[in-house]
């Protein structure tokens, strides 16, 4: 059995085809520049994948973990008002009282009022369960 000049095993691989403004390029850059062997590192395409996905993992990691410090105070404002708002009209749901926040010039979501106005303290005093108060005798 005969394979010519290669061995079985060996498989040829395509050489990179340089453009003469490209060997043109290195010759300078060795002219110029002695150490330019040291600075050369050749990686493989899914090394650099693998180095952007870790990127962006860092990224993310420690986006998620800068705290927010002046929020908290804006938060504590909005959630007492929303607070107030589900104490005095409590027809209203969470519809209707992000709309006036909206018109009051709060930016925040329809879902973040519902879910303040399910952690809203109820009124006490009304005990009879309408929003209609009683009437004194």
Avoid: C
């Amino acid at each position: 059995m005969h394979f010519g000049n290669s061995l079985p095993f060996e498989t040829e691989r395509p050489q990179p085809r340089f453009a003469v403004s490209d060997k043109l390029f290195w010759v300078i850059l060795r002219q110029l520049w002695p150490g330019w062997k040291r600075a050369l590192t050749l990686v493989q395409p899914e090394t650099v994948v693998r180095w952007h996905r870790a990127g962006f993992k860092l990224y993310w990691t420690r986006l998620s973990r800068i705290e927010t410090r002046g929020k908290k105070v804006r938060l504590s404002g909005l959630r007492e008002l929303i607070f107030r708002m589900v104490a005095e009209n409590p027809t209203w749901g969470a519809p209707r009282i992000h709309g006036e926040l909206k018109m009051l010039g709060f930016d925040v979501s329809e879902r973040s009022v519902l879910r303040w106005m399910r952690k809203a303290p109820r009124n006490p005093s009304r005990q009879n369960g309408g929003g209609v108060p009683e009437q004194p005798s």
